[in-house]
């Protein structure tokens, strides 16, 4: 999947182009905007640095459409809409955690204070949280570097292909 975020001018809302690896694309608007960091990009580096298949972006890769998102083209696939809310319920914790995560990892790029019970909380290794949040930063000055009307894409990684003997599929 393939997510074009627009750097508008001002405080306008990002628009991101959502690619679907379907063939569906759609248009999203998002939080933050100007030189502020989109909160939908954060998502992308911090769940694409950490690995998070099941958050806000591997939702979307598996046929979530949030309200946010515009139908621009390609055939969706049928019941997509019951797939894309059962998919809602089915990983709501996942979803919350995500956020969460996107949270922390925000706060740590900005140096703010973290309680030692929020990283515990997540149970990842201190240091995964520490790159994510350096990358975090890195592309928030990156961000702020572009001008109007330039893009920041990112590549979602495509799933993992299932494992000899993993009958889940």
């Known amino acids: 999947m393939r997510l074009t975020f627009t750097r508008m001018a001002d405080r306008r ?3 991101t182009l959502v690619e679907r690896d379907d063939g569906v694309v759609f248009a999203m608007r998002g939080a933050g905007g100007g030189a502020d960091l989109p909160h939908d990009l954060v998502h992308a580096v911090v769940e694409t640095r950490l690995q998070v298949r099941d958050g806000i972006w591997g939702c979307v890769a598996d046929g979530v459409v949030w309200r946010s998102m ?12 019951t797939r894309s809310e059962q998919l809602k319920r089915e990983r709501s914790a996942q979803i919350q955690r995500a956020e969460a995560l996107a949270d922390l990892v925000g706060r740590l790029s900005r140096g703010e204070e973290v ?4 990283l515990a909380a997540d149970g990842r290794p201190g240091a995964e949280l520490a790159a994510a949040a350096t990358d975090l930063a890195d592309t928030g000055r990156r961000w702020a570097a572009l001008r109007p009307g330039e893009t920041w894409v990112v590549e979602w990684p495509a799933p993992r292909p299932a ?3 993993d009958r889940r599929r």
């Open 13 to 15: 809302p990002v628009e």
């Open 70 to 81: 515009r139908h621009v083209s390609g055939r969706q696939p049928p019941h997509a809409a």
């Open 163 to 165: 494992r000899r003997g």
């Open 115 to 118: 309680l030692a019970t929020e």
